[in-house]
């Protein structure tokens, strides 16, 4: 089968859970025999080898498409722009016109789910939704250092002003029920993946006469057996170590576990934070020290690496993960993980090694606890598995399904 895969997240020297996962599908279907090319950005530097070789694509990248943002204006205009993001889909969408021709099937792994009302008739089209921007302008739902419940349309204009008055409102409104109605359509139009059942309810929350007959929830998944050649490799797990690996951003709750923890680890502890973005930098001046070390960002191997060495990981989002990569690594490396029961995470209790792996709790302070008491435990490192439920090779023939419908 030729597959296009399709992501505005790649190229990148950095990436996310996102493209991780396209890279990670990519390589799965190219090791089943599938002839497999990655359509991406054009506006990074590098030539298109070098970029799937720092990608970690076993296969070729095509740069498609420019995503430089030509003056739209929000932050200073004060709204939503009701153009902006069907711009960029078209151009999305043109790109995979013109790459996609003879493609089998095109899969679109991104920030833009309208992308589908603009590809050519008759397209096998398929999309994946990673996150809440089916409804969301920001992708998170994630305002005031917590969840975002708000459904009316004019209340979103508070994550591009603060103090809106009717017209700024108006205008974003306007945005924000074009881009409902443009998913919506593009749903009932097209093949899509929730990545999780927490991501398909809360659109139909927002959008409860969407036809959802065409959708299904498949999760992310990862390269198990990769996962268990590191723990294969690894020296036994380092007493009192707790990993937080990702990007240090708002959202993520790395300050709100830092400040709830402070004066509360035991002595052994040693909080590793593996990631950059825009907060580390000051969490580092307030936190960093004898217990806590901020490393920077590591590329993957160096990721697990530490996460495989850990006595336990946190994943502390305080905002609504759909499906976190990050849980499910570590639950493949058969270290403890300890998150907030929010979002899709709950879900991903079915993918443990071992009853108790993954512990979930409802508020910052118990989370500490959790991580208190995994301390006060000996770190065990179990052998890895024979399977992981969220590996590539299980998921894949689901996806493979829905290509050949």
């Given amino acids: 089968m030729r597959i296009l895969l399709v992501s505005e997240d790649l190229p990148g020297e950095q990436i996310g859970g996102l493209g991780k996962h396209v890279v990670t599908l990519g390589n799965a279907l190219l090791a089943h025999g599938h002839a497999v090319r990655i359509l991406g950005r054009s506006d990074r530097p590098g030539a298109s080898s070098e970029h799937a070789r720092r990608i970690g694509f076993h296969g070729p990248f095509v740069p498609g498409f420019d ?35 003879d493609a089998d099937v095109v899969h679109y792994h991104g920030h833009l789910p309208m992308v589908g009302l603009h590809v050519a008739p008759g397209m096998n089209y398929v999309q994946t939704r990673h996150d809440q921007g089916s409804e969301c302008l920001t992708h998170l739902r994630f305002r005031d250092d917590r969840p975002c419940t708000t459904l009316a349309p004019r209340d979103c204009s508070a994550c591009i002003c603060t103090d809106a008055g009717a017209l700024r409102k108006s205008v974003t409104a306007i945005a924000v029920n074009r881009y409902r109605d443009d998913s919506a359509r593009a749903f009932a139009l097209h093949k899509t993946v929730f990545v999780s059942q927490f991501l398909l309810r809360q659109f139909l929350r927002a959008v409860p006469h969407a036809d959802l007959a065409r959708c299904r929830v498949i999760p992310n998944f990862v390269d198990y057996p990769r996962l268990a050649a590191i723990v294969d490799g690894a020296l036994a797990p380092v007493a009192g170590r707790v990993v ?18 402070a004066g509360r680890l035991p002595e052994l502890a040693q909080v590793l934070v593996a990631g950059d973005g825009p907060e580390r930098v000051a969490l580092e001046g307030r936190h960093a020290g004898v217990q806590v070390r901020f490393l920077g960002w590591q590329d993957y191997a160096g990721a697990l690496a530490l996460a495989a060495s850990a006595h336990a990981c946190v994943v502390p989002s305080v905002c609504e993960e759909a499906c976190s990569t990050t849980v499910l690594e570590a639950l493949a490396l058969g270290r403890p993980c300890i998150a907030l029961a929010r979002g899709g995470t709950p879900e991903l209790a079915a993918y443990q090694s071992y009853p108790g792996q993954l512990q979930l709790a409802h508020s910052m302070p118990e989370l500490v606890e959790r991580v208190r008491a995994q301390l006060a435990t000996a770190p065990a490192r179990p052998p890895p598995a024979a399977g992981f439920g969220a590996d590539a090779a299980h998921l894949l023939p689901r996806l493979l399904e829905l290509y050949a419908e």
């Fill in 67 to 101: 995503y430089a943002h030509p003056g739209w204006k929000e932050s200073q205009l004060g709204v939503f722009n009701p153009l902006k993001r069907p711009y960029f889909a078209r151009k999305i969408a043109g790109a995979i016109n013109r790459h996609g021709a």
């Fill in 244 to 261: 937080l690996v990702g990007r240090v951003d708002a959202g993520k709750g790395f300050g709100e576990f830092l400040a709830a923890a």
